[in-house]
């Protein structure tokens, strides 16, 4: 099975600064057919998980241009620009190239 | 709009029963693979299993494999989970989630299941 890995697993953050998570999986994460299937999901306290990022980079729609992904291979990263109180919840990367698997999840919370 | 609802968690002692349902709405069900997930209380997202559009293609994680049975029917609009052997480390919230390549797209808001005596 693919591993993610997520970190930190904790992430304390001022309002309107930038924020961070990175996401490593154990293999590399392109699948035969070139697209690399990696996937970010936000999930605020009490709900379920929303679809943030697909495919390293493509914004859902309805996703504020806040939030960005960027990555290739093994090494992945979900940047915030500035955060607002809103995007208070844990966060989470999955891969859909080998089944599907989830990092362990990063909070985000207001400092 | 796009839904999913699950329905069928409850309380069940170890060892029983109980068959999970999605309802699908707001899109044409039958093309779409279909996926199963759970959430422990406090911990992750786990996939559980995965049924083609066709209703062929089963997979499921080592952890439910033999004790779980996904299914669907296509002209109810419906996706079932039916789990037996329930285990203590079963108790979660289950998610039905539509399959887009590689990703899920949308998610149901989750059924609980709780296995205790």
């Known amino acids: 099975d693919v591993v993610m890995t997520q970190s930190p697993l904790s992430l304390p953050v001022a309002l309107g600064q930038p924020a961070s998570i990175s996401c490593r999986s154990s293999q590399s994460l392109v699948h035969s057919d070139g697209n690399t299937y990696l996937n970010w999901f936000q999930q605020r306290p009490g709900q379920s998980p929303r679809r943030l990022i697909y495919k390293v980079s493509n914004r859902d729609s309805g996703v504020p241009d806040r939030f960005s992904g960027s990555g290739s291979g093994t090494e992945f990263t979900l940047r915030i620009s500035r955060v607002e109180a809103e995007d208070v919840g844990v966060y989470y990367c999955m891969q859909g190239t080998h089944s599907w698997t989830f990092g362990q999840g990063t909070k985000v919370e207001i400092k | 709009e796009v839904q999913l609802v699950e329905s069928g968690g409850g309380l069940v002692q170890p060892g029983g029963s109980l068959r999970l349902s999605c309802a699908a709405s707001?899109?044409?069900?039958?093309?779409?693979?279909m996926n199963w997930l759970r959430q422990a209380p406090g911990k992750g997202l786990e996939w559980l299993s995965h049924?083609?559009?066709?209703?062929?293609?089963?997979t499921y994680a080592d952890s439910v494999k033999g004790r779980f049975t996904i299914s669907r029917d296509n002209v109810k609009n419906s996706l079932y989970l039916q789990m037996n052997s329930l285990r203590d480390e079963d108790t979660a919230v289950y998610y039905c989630?539509?399959?887009?390549?590689?990703?899920?797209?949308?998610w149901g808001q989750g059924t609980l299941v709780t296995v205790s005596s």
């Open positions: 049924i083609r559009g066709d209703g062929g293609g089963i």
């Open positions: 707001g899109f044409n069900f039958s093309p779409y693979s």
């Open positions: 989630a539509r399959d887009t390549r590689g990703s899920a797209d949308y």
